[in-house]
């Protein structure tokens, strides 16, 4: 719940449905922060609804790079290649952080909706960029929206014209990475599965012995469906009134919502009266 409110309060603040499909991003794939804002449409398989994370964006000396090309020319498209000098100050020459890194990460069906959404919106080759279509650069993004969105404003100051209640204060980018690590070990997600959805090795001989099966893909998807329909559940009227206006698709969940949550009828009379 403590997430959606964030993606919407981003969604208000001009950032509209990338804002908003950025945070849900952050919660629904645990990807790093280069890793989701480094997307291009390309890197989205539209069968099987998933991103493909094989070159992340990285800033190194003040210069947006993706696949050791600069990210920094109009509508960050693939500019040219930097100098060798920078590139060798980049983490494997461009590409993930790890090998284990590079990977297929699917989407929860619902949050796919919003990518696809957001995809559908602009034809820029970053997909969650900014509104005028340039790469996101981290302490830009940070400071003036992801800390707004969580801090509130002047959120000790009840009484102050424009203020906004804080929602979890401090909290960052890469916790919502933890937050999606948490919540499939809460799930009863094994292990493997865990970290091969994180792009991180298994330790030990767990590395030779363990493999992911697509029973674990299932229920990760599955367990992700479910918290995401428990944080609906969990607004007030008005916030899920909000969104329904910003995303008529929402009503069937909302209709599903309601059908979940109605009261049983219980029959009065026994089935072996007369």
């Not at 997600?189 to 893909?217: C, F, N, S, W």
Request: hydrophobic share 35%.
């Amino acid at each position: 719940m403590q997430g959606l409110r964030a993606a919407m309060r981003l969604c208000e603040a001009g950032l509209g449905v990338g804002g908003f499909t950025l945070c849900l991003m952050d919660f629904y794939t645990g990807g790093r922060w280069g890793e989701l804002v480094g997307q291009q449409r390309h890197e989205y398989d539209s069968e099987r609804r998933a991103i493909e994370i094989r070159a992340p964006l990285k800033e190194i000396g003040g210069r947006l790079l993706k696949g050791g090309r600069s990210a920094d020319a109009p509508g960050g498209g693939g500019g040219n290649l930097v100098p060798p000098s920078l590139r060798r100050r980049g983490r494997r020459k461009g590409r993930t952080k790890t090998p284990s890194g590079t990977r297929s990460v699917e989407l929860p069906p619902s949050i796919a909706v919003f990518y696809e959404e957001l995809l559908d919106s602009h034809r820029y080759p970053f997909v969650l960029c900014t509104p005028e279509g340039r790469p996101w650069r981290r302490s830009n993004f940070r400071q003036r929206h992801w800390r707004p969105a969580w801090d509130g404003v002047h959120s000790d100051d009840p009484s102050s014209e424009d203020h906004i209640p804080a929602i979890l204060p401090w909290f960052t980018f890469h916790e919502g990475r933890h937050s999606h690590a948490t919540w499939l070990a809460e799930d009863g997600i094994p292990e493997v599965a865990r970290r091969a959805r994180l792009g991180q090795k298994m330790k030990g001989i767990g590395r030779v012995y363990d493999h992911v099966t697509p029973a674990m893909l299932r229920q990760i998807i599955e367990v992700l469906e479910t918290r995401w329909m428990a944080s609906l559940a969990a607004l007030t009227d008005v916030e899920r009134a909000k969104l329904a206006t910003w995303f008529p698709h929402l009503r069937d969940a909302y209709t599903r919502l309601r059908i979940e949550r109605a009261p049983k009828i219980i029959a009065i009379s026994s089935p072996f009266d007369d």
